[in-house]
C-alpha cells in the first residue's frame, strides 16, 4: 500500500525526493537498456549517435521526469564513452545535460494523450538534432553541425518513436502501477 499523503502524491514527480529501492532499481534496470542501445550506433561523423536515449525516454514517460533525465543522461555518456569520447568530456557532458531537459520535456508533453505524445516524439526529436547538435559549433563549426544534423535526426526520431511505442503498449498494463 503507498504510504503517501494526498498532498505528496499531488506533487510533480520532480520535487519526490524518497529514493525507494524501486526507483534505484528502475533507473539502474533502464541504463542498463540504454548501456545496451549505446552499441547500436547510427553512421555519422562524430560516431557517438546511437540508440542510447529510448529507455531513458520511456523510463521519463513510464516512471518519472528524474528517472527518465538521469537515465538518458547515462545513456549518452555511455554511448560516448564506448568510442572515446570524440568531443572531448565536456561536450559530451554538456550534451548528456541536454538531452536531459528534452526528456523532462518529453514527459511533460507527452503524458497529455496520443496528440500529446506526438508532439513530444516531434519536439524531443527537434530538440536534440538542432538544439544539441549546437554543441558542436565551438569543436568543428558549421560544417560539423551541418553533417551531423541528418545522423542526429534519424536517432532522435528513432529513440523517442521506439519510447513512444513501447509507452503506449504498456501504459494501462500493471507493468506501470505501483
Not at 36 to 48: E, F, N, R, T
Not at 58 to 65: I, K, P, V, Y
Not at 116 to 139: K, M, R
Amino acid at each position: 500500500m503507498d504510504e503517501r499523503t494526498t498532498e505528496e502524491a499531488d506533487r510533480p514527480d520532480i520535487e519526490n525526493k524518497s529514493w525507494s529501492v524501486r526507483r534505484v532499481a528502475i533507473v539502474a534496470i533502464f541504463a542498463a537498456l540504454s548501456a545496451v542501445g549505446a552499441m547500436i550506433k547510427i553512421p555519422s561523423p562524430i560516431g557517438s549517435i546511437g540508440l542510447d536515449a529510448c529507455a531513458g525516454f520511456f523510463c521519463a514517460l513510464a516512471f518519472g521526469s528524474v528517472e527518465g533525465m538521469i537515465v538518458v543522461a547515462i545513456g549518452h555518456i555511455l554511448s560516448a564513452a564506448v568510442i572515446g569520447f570524440p568531443l572531448t568530456l565536456p561536450i559530451h557532458l554538456a550534451v548528456a545535460v541536454t538531452m536531459a531537459i528534452w526528456a523532462l520535456l518529453f514527459r511533460i508533453i507527452g503524458r497529455r494523450g496520443t496528440v500529446g505524445l506526438v508532439l513530444a516524439v516531434i519536439t524531443a526529436s527537434l530538440l536534440n538534432a538542432f538544439g544539441s547538435g549546437l554543441l558542436l559549433l565551438p569543436i568543428g563549426g558549421v560544417g560539423l553541425y551541418v553533417a551531423n544534423l541528418l545522423p542526429l535526426l534519424v536517432a532522435s526520431a528513432a529513440n523517442t518513436i521506439l519510447a513512444a511505442v513501447a509507452y503506449s503498449a504498456v501504459k494501462g498494463s500493471k507493468l506501470l502501477n505501483k
